[in-house]
């Protein structure tokens, strides 16, 4: 398999894993396994957003497009490319930071809100 691909590959793994930050809690009240690796998640996004630093999907993403070729900086298809933009969104750091504590904290409600009802985490 090319670099290429797996380059695309983490593009398309990068937007799922965000979809499911962000719905990742009305499976995870049902099903524990799920709930521990979304809080990880969310916990993840929080420190990476936190501490400026890129996560892990985009290390793999830039590691296998500079295998696949050094030189290019776009080398993706045009469905690629679009997940790239919503991916890689170009907006301030601060208000990624903001945004990424509003859903760490909504997410968190749901669960506890859950548990309220008796569900239990």
Known sequence: MGYKILAD???LLHFLWILFLFFGAYWGVRVR???ILHLFGLA???YTQLFDR???LTHLEVYFRSKHNPATTYAGSFLIYYLEKMVYLEIPHVLILVLT???CVFNLV???GYREKGKGL
């Open 9 to 11: 590959l983490m593009v």
């Open 33 to 35: 396994a799920v709930r």
């Open 44 to 46: 993840l996004a929080f």
């Open 54 to 56: 890129y996560c892990p």
């Open 101 to 103: 504590v509003f859903l």
């Open 110 to 112: 749901l669960y506890l």
